[in-house]
């Protein structure tokens, strides 16, 4: 199962994206979902992450108060709201799956999430 990416774009400084993500074959409810990005040249970073039922979001620094996750069990997906972007936001947003807390899956790298996908490109003009 890979998971999709979508929603990524162009967009200039102080404006607003809303990615989604999701997983034709996978239940979400049952995984923490997050949101990683790799900028150019650049290891893949912590965004977000979602517990399975929701819960306390938790957010790397750099979105700390201007992205938002969510997730919709109906449709089966999880979104990431990103609002006051800015030039450092540019990167290939990833989104992942993997069966442990949203805390825990804020401190593990990438690699070792259970289900991961094809990125989504994301550029922040100045």
């Known amino acids: 199962v890979q998971l999709q990416a979508s929603g990524g774009g162009l967009v200039q400084a102080g404006g607003s994206l809303r990615l989604s993500c999701a997983a034709p074959g996978l239940t979400f409810t049952t995984y923490s979902v997050g949101w990683f990005r790799q900028p150019p040249g650049k290891e893949y970073n912590f965004v977000a992450a979602?517990?399975?039922?929701?819960?306390?979001?938790y957010y790397s620094v750099s979105a700390e108060g201007r992205f938002a996750i969510s997730r919709d069990s109906a449709s089966n997906a999880v979104y990431l709201q990103m609002n006051s972007l800015k030039p450092e936001d540019t990167a290939v947003y990833f989104c992942?799956?993997?069966?442990?807390?949203?805390?825990?899956?804020?401190?593990?790298?990438?690699?070792?999430?259970?289900?991961r996908g094809k990125g989504t490109q994301v550029t922040v003009s100045s």
């Open positions: 979602i517990g399975r039922s929701g819960g306390i979001p």
């Open positions: 992942a799956a993997r069966r442990t807390s949203a805390q825990t899956m804020s401190r593990l790298p990438y690699s070792t999430m259970e289900y």
